[in-house]
């Protein structure tokens, strides 16, 4: 257990860093590989020993009632049997959010994500698309570690694995207490953990530490956000998704090979976004020809 977390003014910055859940590559060659499983038939099959996982298994909850505001301690998954037979289980904690996945074949295939939030914290939430300063924990179902995170590092939502951001905006930022010899403090940041199939992680990209098809568990520790506009276009970059599917990268209006997320020109019109975003300043994004579509998604105006 740590009473409050401490990192010097002058590392209070984003780092850029490689982590598990970012980018997971197989480490065998690509000969001989075999085929994805059915994504439809292996989330039934992960989700029955997802569900019987979590009505077997329970989380130290004990050790966080009492817990100071500005503290906090491991997060642990045991067994219900013997001493510990009357323990609430997972499954009786939970919630669950049904996320959409795309198999192979585009068929959007249902997926049932499940969190439970330990303490809310007291700041905002954030987006999937901002950057969060967090410490965490993955491990898998036999409870080996595949990687952790005592001291917290700055990740982009937008990059991890779905099922961790899906999770991220049920997590609320504490408050940053900044120390006279320029250190901070957070005190009040919320707490969580989220259990995930392996559509929502890594599937059939297996490696030498997670398994193709493995389930996930993430606890997850919110210190603070970065709300993120990407290309500092005056448009938050969860604003940038114009067609709603949580997929940043495929919104693209001028077609020009950058996202609009990391354009500042999307409509290509020559005009930058910003400019054309609220020309008279009345706090309404400007839509001139009443079209239905706002000026700087609009290369007619």
Request: proline share 4%.
């Amino acid at each position: 257990m740590f009473t409050l977390i401490k990192i010097n003014k002058s590392h209070f910055l984003i780092l850029s860093i490689s982590l598990i859940f970012f980018s997971c590559k197989k480490d065998s060659e690509e000969d001989n590989v075999e085929p994805p499983r059915d994504m439809a038939e292996q989330h039934i099959v992960e989700n029955d020993s997802i569900i019987e996982f979590m009505q077997t298994h329970f989380y130290n909850y004990e050790d966080f009632v009492n817990l100071n505001p500005n503290e906090t301690t491991e997060f642990i998954i045991d067994t219900i049997a013997g001493d510990n037979a009357s323990k609430t289980s997972l499954y009786d904690q939970v919630s669950t959010i049904e996320i959409d996945v795309k198999d192979e074949n585009d068929n959007i295939i249902k997926h049932n994500l499940y969190y439970h939030i330990i303490r809310e914290g007291s700041g905002s939430n954030p987006t999937i698309a901002d950057s969060i300063y967090v410490s965490y924990k993955g491990f898998l179902f036999n409870n080996k570690t595949f990687d952790s995170r005592k001291t917290p590092v700055w990740l982009e939502a937008k990059n991890l694995v779905k099922g961790f951001k899906e999770f991220i905006p049920n997590l609320k930022r504490g408050e940053i207490i900044i120390n006279n010899d320029g250190t901070y403090e957070f005190k009040n940041f919320g707490i969580g953990f989220v259990i995930m199939p392996s559509g929502l992680g890594y599937f059939q990209n297996g490696t030498t530490i997670i398994p193709a098809y493995s389930p996930l568990i993430f606890s997850v520790d919110m210190m603070t956000i970065n709300v993120t506009d990407h290309d500092n276009d005056n448009v938050l970059t969860i604003d940038e998704d114009v067609d709603g599917d949580r997929d940043f990268e495929n919104d693209d209006t001028d077609s020009d090979g950058f996202a609009n997320y990391r354009d500042n020109d999307d409509d290509g019109d020559g005009v930058l976004t910003k400019d054309e975003l609220d020309k008279n300043n009345d706090g309404v994004i400007d839509d001139t020809d009443g079209d239905g579509v706002p000026d700087y998604l609009d290369p007619d105006n």
